[in-house]
């Protein structure tokens, strides 16, 4: 394991334990993936936890992308649920460097259309072994 991966898996545990002493959601372990999205690519509006899946309860999200523009488009969008049951929209640019967490099963959220390939470390926190 290089450098980064050390500090990537070190900062993923930080937020873990900060999760758990302040919420108490008992999150044990931690699955990712590397997600690319080549240009004009998207992913369609969607939950992180469903049906098969309940074990997933807080997303991490880490860019990879250098030097992103707004141009660039390929926003994370996020359908933050209002108390009134509307939502209100927020539009998260993929710079790199950014962490972007939410939970899992409360959050529904798109990748916008690209213009630029797309990188990042995708994960769950998990409440499994």
């Known amino acids: 394991m290089n450098k980064f991966e050390r500090q990537y898996w070190a900062k993923v545990e930080e937020i873990r334990k900060a ?13 990712a993936h590397f997600a690319r999205y080549p240009i004009g690519s998207f992913y369609v509006r969607h939950m992180d936890q ?25 926003m994370l969008r996020m359908y933050l649920p209002q108390e009134d049951g509307s939502e209100k929209i927020l539009d998260v640019l993929p710079k790199g460097g950014r962490l972007v967490v939410f ?14 390939e797309r990188i990042s470390i995708t994960g769950w926190l998990r409440d499994i072994d």
């Open 50 to 74: 469903f049906q098969q899946v309940l074990y997933r309860l807080v997303t991490v999200i880490i860019y990879l992308n250098d030097s992103w523009k707004e141009e660039d488009e390929g």
């Open 19 to 31: 999760i758990n002493q302040r919420c108490y959601l008992g999150l044990k372990s931690f699955e």
């Open 103 to 116: 939970l899992s099963g409360e959050i529904p959220h798109e990748v916008m259309p690209t213009k630029k």
